[in-house]
């Protein structure tokens, strides 16, 4: 169905529609802008309407240039729900598809809006991560470890938020999410939720329980992904969003400087006979690298 729902035409159609300013709102919300996979991911999620596409494109890209003003959610922005060690990214999935894992009994339900901040800090890092994977198909999997679930952690907000950032923000970003070891208690905040959810998402939710997540966590994951704690096979290491953030921004950093140095090399090998300077202004000109969004498997 996607394949017939975007051509080349609807995406040309959709980029004009959108124009320069959306591309440069969402430049400056830290994303890369009107590329190929932007505009496809928005139309495989409108499903090839391309006024919708371009009506909730914008309003996106508005959001989106409000919401994250300096490109990167900061960390003194969520620093209580940091603390709170929630939520890793400890590796991929056996396709190359960044995992986040919640455990959702450290979740306080205090601030529903540093809540929802802290799920698009931790998306934006699942997405830089992936544009780091070659091959990446735009997506990710995620887990929400749900055992030792309590009422104090039933936050309908913060839940339907996941879903709402998915849906109005995120579209096709999601390729599977497991929700391991529900209790019954968390069938009612389910229920609350779920109407809020697209039929298209809500296929990709799949519960799943201790007798069946070492099958289910083996056909998707390799053991060096996930820590013991989730897989008993697992030898993976707990990697909390911060520290996975911390990371990226370090390689990110380490290509820049390689850049410069390359670009210093050539200049000197170019205008050193010169005593041009050159070469000074090329590196200073390295640009931060934002967000980017690689080629979407429609």
């Keep these: 169905m996607t394949k017939n ?14 124009g320069p300013e959306t591309d440069a709102l969402l430049r400056k919300g830290g994303e890369w802008g009107l590329d190929e996979a932007t505009l496809r991911r928005w139309l495989v999620a409108r499903k090839g309407n391309v006024a919708e596409a371009a009506k909730d494109l914008k309003a996106h890209a508005v959001w989106r240039a409000t919401y994250v003003p300096q490109g990167r959610i900061q960390e003194h922005e969520i620093r209580h729900e940091l603390d709170q060690a929630k939520a890793f990214l400890p590796g991929t999935d056996r396709d190359g598809r960044p995992l986040c894992v919640v455990v959702v009994s450290r979740h306080e339900m205090k601030d529903a809006d540093a809540s929802k901040r802290y799920i698009a800090y931790s998306l934006d890092c699942a997405v830089a991560m992936g544009a780091n994977t070659p091959g990446w198909d735009g997506k990710m999997s995620g887990i929400f470890d749900l055992r030792g679930l309590k009422a104090s952690n039933c936050d309908f907000a913060t839940l339907k938020a996941v879903f709402d950032l998915l849906q109005n923000h995120y579209p096709e970003r999601l390729h599977k999410l497991w929700l391991f070891c529900a209790p019954v208690i968390f069938y009612g905040l389910w229920k609350l939720v779920y109407p809020f959810i697209d039929p298209v998402t809500r296929e990709k939710v799949q519960f799943v329980y201790e007798k069946d997540a070492n099958k289910d966590f083996t056909e998707g994951f390799e053991p060096c992904m996930l820590p013991p704690e989730i897989q008993p096979t697992g030898t ?31 200049n000197d ?17 390295q640009p931060d690298v934002p967000m980017r969004s690689v080629q979407v498997v429609a």
């Excluded at 995406?11 to 529609?17: D, G, N, S, T, V």
């Excluded at 921004?249 to 400087?257: I, N, V």
């Excluded at 006979?273 to 090329?282: F, L, P, R, S």
């Design 5 to 18: 729902i975007v051509d080349a035409k609807s995406l040309a159609e959709l980029k004009q529609l959108c």
């Design 269 to 285: 090998g170019t205008n050193g006979a010169n005593g041009t300077n050159d070469h000074v202004a090329a590196a200073e000109a």
């Design 236 to 266: 993976g290491r707990w990697i909390s969003v911060e520290e996975r953030w911390k990371m990226l921004l370090a390689e990110q950093e380490a290509a820049a400087e390689a850049n410069g140095a390359a670009a210093v090399a050539a």
